[in-house]
């Protein structure tokens, strides 16, 4: 065993290398000191899997995408949870990673977040178990879990710059209570900072958020490190608690300006002085985080290797387990559901070939590989050539072009090559390309691509090229967007600008342009040279560079909507069956903006209801990560929330349409009739600098239900293809001991096995010196029944969790003496058990 003694090293480290360690060494590692033996740890997103090394697509490893984070609550199955995380554990070491840069706690204000597919709830409490649940899946299998992104980072606009205007009482009941839970029931090893403030303060150097509550109050142990480019004080960043400024190399924390800053004695916020004692602090905890990892390792040689040995069947099970458990049935009128694998079955829809494994940003990874709807349909029939047809588009932007095309760098592989030179001339003056790849996908992001050609800017030409042979001829459109500058030819004609009069867009995470599009007549069979001429980033006249940058390509053929959708129709009247599937992805929910609506893309709708009029036996199925608008909802029988479901995601719904799993997922957010009715309607967006979470605590069902707003699902809904009763409730309760103990029977009263979530509820009753919610989540279990079984479930919870609100004007918690109910069902509305008690003494508490 290798000793690491952190005080001895802590006095052998000079100034400079002591800076040093305050940030990482590159995008995903922390910085070494060779000469004293401290080994460099390797950080990798994220919350929906383990990417390895590099974002760079080429080069990017394979790895196990796992259901995304609503999805994964959807399961409301702690058990499953743990499991998950102790396979995210498995694939860390896979690609030689020591921490897993998630899980994401964040909450769902409302429908229309970037990233709400990462966060798992609009509710707290779900979040912070869920949390919880994955970060000891993780951390006791090795390797360490990231906690983000503290706090408020709730939506994508300005999300650099913007100031979360909240009170105290929300910003501890509802945003930082998932994160509190974590600490509580997981003790994560790392916390990451969001890029936004926090009334009036940066989330990387906030005195209150990092110092005051996370490390004194919580008393956690967390390393805490900033999110990419989120660190924005240097004083107070180090004073305040944020360990390492994260990627590499410094920008804030050179050695140079922290050097300088100590020298002149630079004064905090609070008027407090910069000494090398603050630098001391966060050294030693980088250190004991270093350690931790040592002593596992049993020495300070870590591996570096990256590979893809983990795909396994073992692990495919795991997922389609998974999968199918995170999904929803929202409505089965008539007992559509289940299909027969023999019925006469068209599939239909823009999502149905399409391999949504995940929302787009930091969350997305190379799978494995990623079974379609439609791929998992066809091996639950043993169809290979099931009657398909995509009815719409959905896309925002264009894609597919690259993955049409050949090439003849290696024939063999789908896909164009992929030259790069230093040179403008693109090896026309004899310059030989110092990278030769084949590109397989149209979306090609380079932010961390290395090479030691490259100079400190990062800047190079590169060449894409391939042949597109079109299957039908007509019109074809093709659309760019770039972080840089791309010209795109079609046989030698250029039919895309992307280099002069560039306009700022959403792609590449908001750095990159708008899309422009050129249209060009093609015939079928007729094989067309496709090139695209490359600039990196540092080219770019609208954007700071994100490293290389990047470039999105694509290719449709025009298509009249009306006709298609018409044809459409027609090809499913003749089947008995159809299955439609639809949805989001992941450019139109992603990192980096928000969507604009709750509208589902395109014309979706009208192929929805044109479809359900042709055939009344539609299963429609949604792929999103958070809530659409549903306009013809009352005109289908059947209806299924898939998300996105990683890599099993077709199988996953194959199991549970025709009935080999019986859905058992719950709606871990409100879904809104339309997002005018959402409590963040009017301030879920930046307004020259704020965001005001107006809202309050009013968050999701509790304002629905506070409200009395009608909704299209509730929280915590689902179906089954069984039926439950749940009855005998008894509930007891311990001051002295703080536990509020529920038990109540379940009972399978249909003829299918299946599995039912208790959700229990708690609300106060009395008058409180403050307004009260109806009623709040604070505990829940999963059962699983033999048809005709029936159990008794129990759920032990904290009193003091569960019945205290913040009070402001004390800063601490308030367990108000008087009366409170137990709510007992199935979801926010089907929640009629109730059973009464009484707090004899009030209380205040802070911390855990």
């Known amino acids: 065993m290798t000793e690491f003694n952190v005080q001895q090293l802590l006095s052998q480290l000079t100034l400079d290398e002591k800076i040093s360690l305050l940030a990482a060494i590159d995008f995903w590692h922390t910085t070494p000191i060779e000469r004293l033996d401290i080994p460099s740890i390797r950080v990798s997103d994220g919350p929906n899997g383990v990417r390895g090394t590099k974002f760079t697509s080429w080069e990017a490893s394979k790895a196990a995408c796992f259901p995304n984070g609503t999805a994964l609550a959807s399961t409301f199955n702690t058990e499953l949870l743990h499991k998950a995380g102790a396979l995210m554990a498995l694939e860390a070491k896979h690609k030689s990673?020591?921490?897993?840069?998630?899980?994401?706690?964040?909450?769902?204000?409302?429908?229309?977040?970037?990233?709400?597919f990462e966060s798992y709830s609009e509710d707290p409490y779900l979040s912070g178990i869920a949390s919880a649940s994955l970060v000891n899946g993780i951390q006791e299998n090795g390797v360490g879990a990231t906690m983000k992104h503290y706090a408020c980072n709730d939506l994508e606009q300005e999300r650099f710059a913007y100031d979360v205007q909240v009170s105290q009482r929300a910003l501890r009941e509802i945003y930082l209570e998932p994160f509190r839970l974590a600490v509580k029931y997981s003790d994560p090893l790392l916390f990451m900072t969001g890029y936004n403030k926090v009334n009036g303060h940066h989330c990387s150097a906030h005195k209150q958020l990092v110092d005051e509550i996370l490390l004194k109050e919580w008393n956690s142990r967390a390393v805490v490190i900033s999110d990419w480019y989120g660190t924005s004080?240097?004083?107070?960043?180090?004073?305040?608690?944020?360990?390492?400024?994260?990627?590499?190399?410094?920008?804030?924390?050179?050695?140079?300006?922290?050097?300088?800053?100590?020298?002149?004695?630079?004064?905090?916020?609070?008027?407090?002085?910069?000494?090398?004692?603050?630098?001391?602090?966060?050294?030693?905890?980088?250190?004991?985080?270093?350690?931790?990892?040592?002593?596992?390792?049993?020495?300070?040689?870590?591996?570096?290797?990256?590979?893809?040995?983990?795909?396994?069947?073992?692990?495919?099970?795991?997922?389609?387990?998974?999968?199918?458990?995170?999904?929803?049935?929202?409505?089965?009128?008539?007992?559509?559901?289940?299909?027969?694998?023999?019925?006469?079955?068209?599939?239909?829809?823009?999502?149905?070939?399409?391999?949504?494994?995940?929302?787009?940003g930091s969350a997305s990874m190379s799978s494995y590989y990623t079974v379609t709807p439609y791929d998992g349909i066809a091996n639950a029939v043993g169809k290979k050539d099931l009657p398909y047809i995509k009815g719409c588009d959905n896309h925002k932007a264009l894609n597919n072009l690259f993955e049409q095309c050949t090439n003849t760098l290696k024939p063999e592989v789908k896909g164009v090559a992929f030259r790069t030179y230093i040179g403008e001339q693109l090896g026309a003056d004899g310059e030989k390309p110092f990278k030769e790849e084949v590109i397989e996908k149209s979306y090609v992001p380079m932010f961390d691509f290395e090479d030691e050609k490259l100079d400190a800017e990062k800047r190079f030409h590169a060449l894409f090229e391939g042949f597109f042979t079109p299957e039908e001829s007509g019109v074809y459109e093709f659309g760019c967007q770039v972080l840089g500058t791309a010209l795109l030819y079609v046989d030698g004609k250029?039919?895309?600008?992307?280099?002069?009069?560039?306009?700022?867009?959403?792609?590449?995470?908001?750095?990159?342009?708008?899309?422009?599009?050129?249209k060009i007549n093609l015939e079928a069979g007729k094989a067309y040279e496709i090139k695209v001429i490359y600039a990196s980033a540092p080219f770019s006249t609208i954007s700071d560079a994100i490293g290389c940058g990047g470039v999105q390509v694509g290719v449709n053929r025009v298509i009249n909507v009306a006709t298609e959708i018409e044809k459409t129709a027609q090809i499913a009247a003749k089947h008995d069956k159809v299955i439609l599937v639809i949805g989001l992805n992941g450019e139109i929910e992603s990192e980096g903006y928000d969507r604009p609506d709750m509208a589902l893309p395109r014309a979706t709708n009208e192929l929805v209801n044109a479809v359900l009029k042709a055939n009344p036996n539609t299963v429609v199925v949604n792929q999103s990560g958070c809530?659409?608008?549903?306009?013809?909802?009352?005109?289908?029988?059947?209806?299924?929330?898939?998300?996105?479901?990683?890599?099993?995601?077709?199988?996953?719904?194959?199991?549970?349409?025709?009935?080999?799993?019986?859905?058992?997922?719950?709606?871990?957010?409100?879904?809104?009739?339309?997002?005018?009715?959402?409590?963040?309607?009017?301030?879920?967006?930046?307004?020259?600098?704020?965001?005001i979470y107006g809202e309050d605590i009013w968050v999701g069902y509790k304002y629905y239900e506070k409200k009395q707003q009608k909704v299209l699902f509730p929280f915590g809904y689902g179906l089954s293809y069984t039926t439950f009763d749940v009855s005998g409730l008894k509930v007891s309760v311990s001051e002295e001991d703080d536990y509020i103990s529920v038990s109540a029977t379940v009972k399978n009263t249909g003829s299918v096995d299946g599995k039912e979530v208790v959700q229990v509820y708690v609300g106060r009753t009395s008058k409180s010196v403050v307004p009260r919610v109806v009623k709040e989540l604070k505990g829940f279990t999963k059962v699983a029944l033999k048809a005709g079984e029936s159990k008794e479930a129990t759920v032990k919870i904290s009193?003091?969790?569960?019945?205290?609100?913040?009070?402001?004007?004390?800063?601490?918690?308030?367990?108000?003496?008087?009366?409170?109910?137990?709510?007992?069902?199935?979801?926010?509305?089907?929640?009629?058990?109730?059973?009464?008690?009484?707090?004899?003494?009030?209380k205040y508490w802070k911390g855990l």
């Open 97 to 116: 990673a020591q921490i897993i840069l998630g899980p994401t706690a964040n909450i769902q204000r409302g429908p229309l977040g970037g990233r709400g």
């Open 233 to 360: 004080h240097t004083v107070e960043g180090i004073k305040n608690g944020e360990d390492i400024e994260f990627p590499g190399p410094a920008r804030f924390r050179t050695k140079e300006l922290v050097k300088h800053l100590l020298f002149c004695k630079a004064e905090a916020a609070d008027g407090t002085v910069f000494t090398e004692h603050d630098v001391d602090v966060r050294v030693e905890k980088i250190l004991k985080l270093v350690k931790y990892f040592v002593d596992i390792n049993g020495s300070t040689k870590f591996p570096k290797t990256e590979d893809d040995k983990n795909d396994t069947p073992k692990t495919s099970s795991f997922l389609r387990e998974l999968a199918s458990e995170s999904i929803v049935l929202l409505k089965n009128e008539n007992n559509v559901l289940p299909l027969k694998t023999t019925d006469d079955i068209v599939v239909i829809g823009p999502n149905a070939k399409a391999a949504n494994a995940s929302g787009g």
């Open 494 to 518: 250029l039919i895309v600008n992307q280099k002069d009069n560039q306009e700022k867009g959403t792609s590449f995470f908001s750095s990159g342009t708008t899309e422009r599009i050129g």
């Open 627 to 691: 809530p659409v608008e549903m306009p013809w909802i009352q005109k289908a029988s059947a209806v299924v929330q898939a998300y996105y479901g990683g890599n099993e995601l077709g199988n996953a719904i194959a199991d549970v349409v025709f009935g080999k799993v019986n859905p058992s997922g719950k709606l871990t957010v409100t879904w809104p009739i339309r997002n005018e009715d959402n409590p963040a309607f009017f301030n879920f967006e930046s307004h020259m600098g704020r965001v």
């Open 799 to 842: 009193l003091k969790d569960s019945a205290s609100y913040f009070n402001e004007y004390r800063d601490q918690w308030h367990l108000e003496a008087g009366d409170y109910a137990v709510y007992v069902g199935t979801s926010s509305d089907e929640a009629h058990l109730t059973e009464t008690f009484t707090v004899e003494t009030e």
